[in-house]
């Protein structure tokens, strides 16, 4: 495993950090984390975050949780301020790779071990990441249309941001699949993570392409963004839309009909995971596995979880 593949992606943000604290801190006594969280305006990033509160609170832990909003200079700047606040573990959930390597490269300035949940970075050094594993997800994604699907349909594939490598690997998984059943397909464009900018995206390329048969977004915002298009545009019973992630809403949206599935992450687990792994580091010094992956899992309308 290679430092460079060891160091992952960051957070970004548009307005204000809003800062959380979790646990039950004795009198100065208890280990104090911060998480750098890249968009707490999105479920998925939320679920991760109560994963880490609700195990810091479980194991006496104190824990700032501070959200950058999709902005890559606030998220350094919340960095900075828990550099100041001296805490023992920094636990990063970046906007992309490249501004996950600035946040960790000023904390191994200040010598504060960093875990990294989710995205991965570009450079620099860190302790472990937990992530889900986007490769084969990917793959479940394309098994799952090639099965719904003529095999001379036209599919399009609506990506995350550029530079988000650990996301990238769920489109990688789902073009393998594409091309190993001889499906084409006809348009790859980015919304950048964003439920409107999906809904852009799908808009383009039902114009571009009217007999597109399904279309696979690499996160569950987008592919929501992409149902409302497909909707507008008449074409509900055509087009199959499979997202990834696993949130509340997609899940309300297969159990409506309107998405077909999603592959579900475990971000909550992902979230209580990282405590527990930067907990083991600090006070038995175990050293972690340099990545873990968490399991993922295709949620259909037959297999939707039980309310």
């Known amino acids: 495993m290679t430092t460079t593949r060891r160091t992952f992606l ?29 968009d707490l305006g999105n479920q998925y990033w939320v679920a991760v975050a109560n994963g880490v509160k609700d195990q810091a609170k479980a194991q006496g832990i104190e824990v700032v949780v501070m959200d950058a909003r999709t902005d890559a200079a606030r998220e350094l700047s919340n960095i900075d301020d828990m550099i100041q606040k001296k805490v023992d573990a920094i636990l990063l959930s970046p906007w992309d790779a490249n501004s996950g390597a600035n946040a960790v490269a000023a904390a191994n300035k200040a010598k504060i071990p960093v875990f990294v949940l989710d995205i991965g970075v570009a450079s620099g050094s860190i302790e472990s990441l937990i992530v889900s594993d986007n490769l084969k997800g990917g793959r479940i994604a394309g098994e799952f249309v090639a099965s719904k699907i003529p095999a001379d349909a036209e599919v399009a594939h609506i990506s995350c941001q550029p530079g988000y490598v650990i996301p990238a690997l769920r489109g990688q998984g789902f073009k393998e699949v594409m091309k190993e059943k001889g499906i084409k397909i006809v348009a790859s464009q980015t919304a950048e993570s964003q439920r409107a900018k999906g809904m852009d995206v799908m808009q383009n390329i039902l114009q571009a392409h009217p007999n597109l048969a399904a279309v696979f977004a690499e996160n569950d915002e987008m592919a929501l963004g992409a149902v409302e298009a497909i909707a507008a545009a008449g074409k509900s019973k055509q087009v199959l839309v499979v997202g990834f992630d696993g949130t509340g809403d997609a899940l309300a949206s297969i159990k409506e009909g309107r998405m077909a599935a999603t592959v579900a992450q475990q971000p909550y687990e992902m979230g209580k995971l990282g405590v527990e792994t ?30």
């Open 10 to 38: 960051a957070v970004m943000s548009m307005a204000l950090p809003m800062t959380l604290v979790a646990g039950t801190a004795m009198a100065g006594k208890a280990k104090v984390f911060g998480y750098a969280v890249q």
């Open 278 to 307: 930067a907990t083991a580091f600090l006070n038995d010094g175990k050293k972690p596995e340099s990545e873990t992956y968490v399991p993922v899992k295709l949620i259909t309308p037959d297999t939707l979880p039980a309310k």
